[in-house]
């Protein structure tokens, strides 16, 4: 079953996601060049599914003339051992 805007209220709940990337040097570098890294990220959008290992979050929505999401915009999946932590900017839609 497609989700639906409902009451102007998007299917997806808007959320902020902090957490933590990886990341690495292709090549030699100096020793100290790898402990100045910060890695924190802040990632903003709908989240689309809450799954036991990831969260899958996308940009922006797409709707066709029934009110169904038909496409989501930039789909990001980050591993739940990776968040810090989750803000929840809209209720979650029952």
């Known amino acids: 079953m497609a989700k639906q805007v409902k ?12 957490w933590v990337d990886s990341s ?3 090549g ?3 020793h100290h060049e790898t402990s100045e890294w910060n890695l924190s990220c802040v990632t903003a959008g709908f989240l689309l599914e809450d799954q036991s290992e990831m969260l899958v979050i996308a940009d922006s929505l797409a ?3 029934n009110g169904d999401v038909k496409q989501v915009y930039s ?4 591993p739940k051992v990776a968040v810090t932590r989750i803000t929840y900017l809209t ?4």
């Open 63 to 65: 709707f066709d003339t």
């Open 75 to 78: 789909p990001q999946a980050i």
């Open 7 to 18: 009451d102007n209220v998007p299917p997806f709940p808007m959320v902020r996601i902090e």
């Open 24 to 26: 690495a040097i292709w």
């Open 28 to 30: 030699w570098v100096a």
């Open 91 to 94: 209720e979650k839609r029952k």
